[in-house]
Nanobody, 116 residues
Framework: VQLVESGGGLVQPGGSLRLSCAAS????????MSWYRQAPEKEREFIAT????????YYVESVKGRFTISRDNAKNTVYLQMNSLKIADTAVYYC??????????WGQGTQVTVSS
């Protein structure tokens, strides 16, 4: 299983970015997909997840109403639309794939920097 994130970059506060995570080597439709982030000198934290069954989503409180997770099973890709970005959103963003048997895989991460 390989996960490749893209879409990170430098954006001003209040701006938007869309992250993508393309998966290969596994039946993507059967996997629960999630996004995490890790800021400098902080632990990796959960951001959002999307179900493999019904597409239901769940977000950490700090991004509710600003971030949207979605998936395109035909393209084996999960997305994270990030709006109204704040300086505090600066971090390396990672996607995670969880197989039904509990085995998980991580991408290499993509840097998001929010700065004026």
């Amino acid at each position: 299983v390989q996960l490749v994130e893209s879409g990170g970059g430098l954006v001003q506060p209040g701006g938007s970015l869309r992250l993508s995570c393309a998966a290969s080597g596994f039946t993507f439709s059967g996997a629960v997909m999630s996004w995490y982030r890790q800021a400098p000198e902080k632990e990796r934290e959960f951001i959002a997840t999307i179900s493999s069954v019904d597409g239901s989503t769940y977000y950490v409180e700090s991004v509710k109403g600003r971030f949207t997770i979605s998936r395109d099973n035909a393209k084996n890709t999960v997305y994270l639309q990030m709006n109204s970005l704040k300086i505090a959103d600066t971090a390396v963003y990672y996607c995670k794939l969880a197989r039904p048997n509990g085995v998980t895989y991580w991408g290499q991460g993509t840097q998001v920097t929010v700065s004026s």
